[in-house]
């Protein structure tokens, strides 16, 4: 199944197989989209480069700063690799026994993290988890309903 984007996060964040346009517009004005690699690929079959992607986090750390979301779903196993971790200040969740990533990809555990706009100062923390991007083959909503239900919950209670 293919979804565009925006499909993609909706599904992935309501739990709703489709929106109405009142429920869609509530919806987007409570999150925010960020393309992490600023650069446009050529086409979608073409990756981007270990340079686009690291030259691309002080963009982010800009942008949590300006922004200071609540929570970041990171969508792409490829690009939280290159994210902050710890020695950015990042601090590692616990990671979820028995709540692994859906079929057809490589088994990992949900852990939730903590990030930091300034992770040296630990200002701005907001909770960060993984999915799949959208466009990777096996790619369906439907199957990360158990992952973003626990990954949610978690986010809650980091900021209780």
Not at 46 to 54: G, S
Not at 69 to 95: I, Q, R, S
Not at 132 to 148: E, L
């Amino acid at each position: 199944m293919r979804y565009d984007i925006r499909t993609a996060a909706e599904r992935l964040m309501t739990g709703s197989p489709q929106l109405d346009d009142e429920a869609r517009l509530r919806f987007w004005n409570t999150v925010a989209f960020y393309n992490f690699v600023r650069e446009s690929m050529p086409n979608a079959q073409v990756r981007p480069t270990r340079r686009q992607f690291t030259e691309s986090r002080s963009a982010f750390s800009e942008v949590t700063r300006t922004h200071k979301p609540h929570a970041v779903l990171v969508m792409g196993l490829v690009l939280w690799g290159y994210l902050p971790g710890t020695k950015d200040g990042w601090e590692e969740g616990w990671e979820q026994a028995g709540i692994s990533m859906p079929s057809p990809y490589r088994r990992r555990l949900l852990n939730v993290w903590t990030g930091f706009s300034d992770g040296e100062a630990k200002q701005d923390p907001f909770a960060c988890f993984q999915v799949a991007h959208h466009a990777s083959r096996g790619f369906d909503a439907n199957n990360w309903v158990t992952w973003m239900a626990v990954g949610k919950a978690e986010v809650e209670k980091l900021f209780a």
